[in-house]
Structures are given as structure tokens and as C-alpha cells.
């Protein structure tokens, strides 16, 4: 009913770890009171007007994991250009059209641990693109701090039974 918006909800809980934020908040829905949490990382890499930007979002929920990526509509991901690196070597790349050609692009249950796992152990996302406006691009999300990020997700969670 267009009433979600950001300032809607309440930050209960926020941590940054490096590029990854943790957070959790909470709004009233009637009487009833909504609350979530979530890891996250955006980066806009074209500005206004040609804007543009990519970003994760992190969830857990009665124990199952959900990563879900967001991608411009009508970016054209390189064949090896969506990949977790650890010391220069790759140690995952996703092979999923929706993600490669900027449709959808989520993770759920199993496919998510696996892909929180390899993100726990590498050093570096890298992401080689073409973007919606013909512009090449080159993203790297530093991974360092992510396994910590990802600890004080699940022990939030845990803490407010989500």
C-alpha cells in the first residue's frame, strides 16, 4: 500500500564491518510489531544521470539463509565476471543466468550456505559487467570482515527469534 518505506522502521541494532553493514529494526504494522535483520551492502557506481548501482542483502529466517543480489536491469555480466576470489584465485563463480544477464539473482536454503561459506573465506567479490548504459565496469566488494558481519547477523537473529 506504498506505506514500506525506510523511515518506517526503527534501527534497533547497527554494526558496520567494513563494507558490510548489520543491522535489525523494527515498525509497527496495526497492532502488531515487524522486526527483521539483515546484512547489506550497496554501491552506486554511476552517478546521476545515468545512475546505477548493485547491491546484496543478507537474510536469515527460521534458520534458512537468503542472498539476494541486486542487479540493474539489462546488465551483461562477463562469463567469468561474478566471482569470489581468495588471493587472486577463484574459489566460486556463479553460473546462474539470472544473475549473469541482471535478472534475478537470489540464493535460498543450501545454494545460500554454500555461497556464505565461500564468501566467509574470500578475500574479495569481483564483479566485470556491462552496464545498462553500455559502460564497462569493474566492481570488487572487499570480503575481509564479512565472516564477522555475518556472526553478529545470526546471533541478532537468534537473539529476537527470527
Given at each position: 500500500q506504498g506505506r514500506d518505506t525506510p523511515g518506517e522502521w526503527v534501527v534497533t541494532f547497527y554494526k558496520a564491518?567494513?563494507?558490510w553493514d548489520t543491522i535489525c529494526d523494527e515498525r509497527k504494522t496495526g497492532l502488531a510489531l515487524e522486526e527483521r535483520c539483515y546484512m547489506r551492502?550497496?554501491?552506486v557506481f554511476?552517478?546521476?544521470p545515468k545512475f546505477a548501482a548493485?547491491?546484496?542483502f543478507v537474510t536469515l529466517s527460521d534458520g534458512e539463509a537468503k542472498v539476494d543480489f541486486g542487479i540493474e536491469r539489462g546488465t551483461e555480466f562477463a562469463d567469468d565476471g561474478y566471482a569470489i576470489l581468495l588471493k587472486g584465485d577463484v574459489i566460486w563463480q556463479t553460473e546462474d543466468t539470472g544473475c549473469l544477464n541482471g535478472r534475478a539473482c537470489t540464493y535460498l536454503g543450501g545454494e545460500a550456505d554454500a555461497l556464505l561459506d565461500q564468501m566467509s573465506q574470500g578475500d574479495a567479490f569481483e564483479f566485470r559487467f556491462t552496464d545498462p548504459h553500455g559502460q564497462a565496469q569493474q566492481?570488487?566488494?572487499g570480503l575481509q570482515l564479512f565472516a564477522d558481519g555475518l556472526s553478529?547477523?545470526?546471533q541478532e537473529t537468534d537473539a529476537r527469534g527470527l
Open positions: 564491518f567494513g563494507l551492502y550497496v554501491e554511476s552517478p546521476r548493485q547491491f546484496v566492481l570488487t566488494w553478529v547477523l545470526r
